[in-house]
């Protein structure tokens, strides 16, 4: 996908990521970049932020003693992580997120993991309510450097129709 400048203005453009309703073509898969090197500083802020004390995340000497052997990144950091690097492709003119389903987590992942996302079309119909809308429903992977896939869900979000946006220029 080309990124899109719009003119603002003589002689001034604005880029203008992300995806109109027509530009989803079911069994397209998306690669997002760029990745993410997960720091133990994100992961114990994450951890702290979101009110999780499970000692997996937090306590070396606790994790140590798991079959991980190390600190764990909270799997709710992996998933904002994941979701955050498909937002410029997938859902930047996006009305709304209308929810994640089927959410699995297949690995674990550790301070130092560089992680990618990528996201495939299931499905994109017209809204039937809304017809300068249309909903797009993907499958998000999310993948550690070396290939090792550690989280897969699916996402829906309502797009608007070229000509549609509710900032047009954004």
Known sequence: MAVEHNEVGPNRYRESFGRHF???KVGDTYEHRPGRTISEADNTWFTLLTMNTHPLHLDAAYAAKTEFGRPVVNSCLTLAMVTGMSVSDLSQKAVANLGWDKVRITAPVFAGDTIYAESEVLEARESKSRPTQGI???RTTGK???????MRYERTILVPKRGHEDHPGY
């Open 22 to 24: 027509e530009d989803f």
């Open 136 to 138: 797009v429903t993907v």
């Open 144 to 150: 550690k450097a070396d290939g090792t896939v550690f």
